[in-house]
């Protein structure tokens, strides 16, 4: 069955620090892989995408992530963090077809501290 | 591009009461529509999928006749809650798939539903 691991629950990070939120899947296929960012009482909205080719994929926003097969993992990175970035962050995993959902991760809170 | 809306944003109904909330593409035909359904500082569960046309597919756990799905065009989506009571309290979002099937899924602002 396919899933989605986010280890860490909530990071706090001082603003201008290098941020990275783990995520690991488990898919039976080749996965589709995305990052979405969510505020509180707000909808989602995507950062960034994995469907295939070069493997570090940009963002919106500063987020870069980094597709490693063999670790099976789609880690979700940014060089400088600013206040504006603290929100639940999820990672999600798809096949990509019509009637296929996405499966989202527990989720990770940031927190940005001065 | 590729917008959803949805509506109403926040919903406040008494127990015993239903309540509709309605999800619409405004630049894309949506072919396939997913609910989610978010307890406060937890995940999205997804709670069923649509097609225009078809019944919806729920999941596992999740009372179709409680939650009424109906995809009745490749623009809208509607989920009615019936017979609401205070556990039914929580964040509902639905997301829509084009055409393109890029695999990408999106999303709208979320409903807040508060049964008293």
């Known amino acids: 069955a396919q899933s989605v691991t986010q280890p860490d629950i909530h990071i706090t990070v001082s603003e201008g620090a290098s941020l990275e939120l783990r995520c690991n899947y488990s898919?039976?296929?080749?996965?589709?892989l995305f990052w979405y960012v969510q505020s509180p009482g707000q909808g989602l909205q995507l950062l960034l995408k994995y469907f295939s080719g070069d493997t570090l994929v940009q963002g919106i926003k500063g987020f870069e992530a980094e597709f490693k097969r063999s670790q099976s993992s789609f880690n979700l990175r940014k060089p400088s963090v600013h206040w504006s970035d603290a929100a639940e962050y999820f990672c999600?995993?798809?096949?990509?077809?019509?009637?296929?959902?996405?499966?989202f991760g527990k989720g990770t809170r940031l927190s940005v501290i001065a | 591009g590729a917008v959803v809306s949805q509506h109403p944003s926040r919903v406040i109904c008494k127990s015993g009461t239903s309540v509709k909330i309605e999800c619409r593409s405004l630049d894309f035909q949506a072919t396939t529509m997913f609910w989610y359904r978010q307890f406060p500082k937890q995940s999205l569960m997804l709670m069923a999928t649509?097609?225009?046309?078809?019944?919806?597919?729920?999941e596992q756990g999740v009372e179709k006749d409680k939650f009424l799905i109906n995809h009745a065009s490749l623009t809208l989506s509607t989920l009615t809650v019936t017979s609401a009571h205070p556990e039914d309290s929580s964040f509902y979002i639905c997301s829509a798939r084009g055409r393109q099937n890029t695999g990408e899924l999106f999303f709208g602002e979320g409903s807040r539903l508060t049964v008293l």
């Open positions: 898919y039976g296929a080749t996965p589709y």
């Open positions: 649509s097609n225009e046309g078809s019944k919806a597919t729920y």
């Open positions: 999600a995993v798809g096949a990509g077809s019509g009637n296929t959902p996405l499966v």
